[in-house]
């Protein structure tokens, strides 16, 4: 039989998060949080010219609370990918568009109350590929075959975060360290690239309990 790894990190990621948010102390945090992706495609070097704006959403809970530290896991639903345009005789524009289920874990080092940094890591299911046109040669959307690119990605995260009571406004910048293509048709598209992604958040811990 065939593993769905699919249901097993969207299973894994809720249960953490329902655990977390249901049977641990109440100083402990645990919500809901979305915000702003800028992603990006890199070989060698990472450069922001081509960058796609996207989203992330989904939940997040603290495993272990301390006033100085932490260690949160998340389960977020992330888009990715990159933009290409040309201009000229011809103007057009390209994304190329990756939407993950995310599953970042981050040491948190709490420096008083109002400022976290973030460090750690993530993995990631790939759940669907798609292309955008739109420009001189017209619009359009098409799908493309996920089987062509890694089902997982990977990397590492490190962001700040600054707290006002239940809320938290934060950025992250995430490191993706796996090659994307799985095929000679993907990398004929994107070579070798890797996800680059910087994230923009709020966050709101449904645990904050008034001081």
Same mark, same amino acid.
């Given at each position: 039989?065939k593993?769905?790894?699919?249901?097993?990190l969207?299973?894994?990621?809720?249960?953490?998060?329902t +655990?977390t948010?249901?049977?641990?102390a109440?100083?402990?945090?645990?919500?809901?949080?979305?915000?702003? %992706?800028?992603s %990006?495609?890199y070989?060698?070097?990472?450069?922001?010219?081509n960058a796609r704006?996207?989203?992330?959403?989904?939940?997040?809970?603290e495993i272990?609370?301390?006033e100085?530290?932490g260690?949160?896991?998340?389960?977020?639903y +992330?888009t990715?990918g990159?933009?290409f345009?040309t201009s000229?005789?011809?103007?057009q524009?390209t994304?190329?568009n990756?939407?993950y289920?995310?599953?970042?874990?981050l040491?948190v080092?709490?420096?008083?109350?109002?400022?976290?940094?973030?460090l750690?890591?993530?993995? +990631?299911?790939?759940?669907?590929?798609?292309?955008?046109?739109?420009g001189?040669l017209g619009?359009?959307t098409n799908?493309?075959?996920?089987?062509?690119?890694?089902?997982?990605?990977y990397?590492?995260v490190?962001?700040?975060?600054?707290?006002f009571g239940?809320t938290q406004?934060?950025?992250?910048?995430n490191?993706?360290?796996?090659?994307?293509?799985?095929?000679?048709?993907a990398?004929?598209l994107?070579?070798?690239?890797?996800n680059?992604f910087?994230?923009?958040?709020?966050a709101?811990?449904? %645990?904050?309990?008034?001081?």
């Amino acid at each position: 039989m065939k593993t769905n790894w699919k249901h097993i990190l969207l299973v894994a990621g809720i249960l953490t998060i329902t +655990s977390t948010v249901t049977s641990f102390a109440q100083e402990r945090r645990a919500g809901i949080k979305g915000g702003l %992706n800028v992603s %990006n495609m890199y070989v060698d070097d990472v450069d922001d010219e081509n960058a796609r704006y996207g989203f992330n959403a989904g939940l997040f809970g603290e495993i272990i609370s301390t006033e100085a530290f932490g260690l949160q896991a998340e389960l977020l639903y +992330s888009t990715k990918g990159s933009k290409f345009t040309t201009s000229g005789i011809i103007d057009q524009e390209t994304k190329f568009n990756l939407n993950y289920l995310d599953l970042p874990v981050l040491a948190v080092f709490k420096l008083g109350k109002s400022v976290d940094l973030h460090l750690g890591a993530y993995g +990631s299911y790939l759940l669907g590929a798609n292309i955008t046109t739109s420009g001189d040669l017209g619009n359009g959307t098409n799908k493309l075959d996920k089987d062509n690119f890694k089902s997982f990605d990977y990397g590492l995260v490190g962001g700040i975060g600054f707290n006002f009571g239940p809320t938290q406004v934060g950025a992250r910048y995430n490191y993706g360290l796996a090659k994307i293509a799985d095929s000679s048709t993907a990398r004929n598209l994107i070579g070798d690239s890797k996800n680059s992604f910087a994230q923009l958040y709020i966050a709101f811990n449904l %645990n904050h309990q008034p001081e």
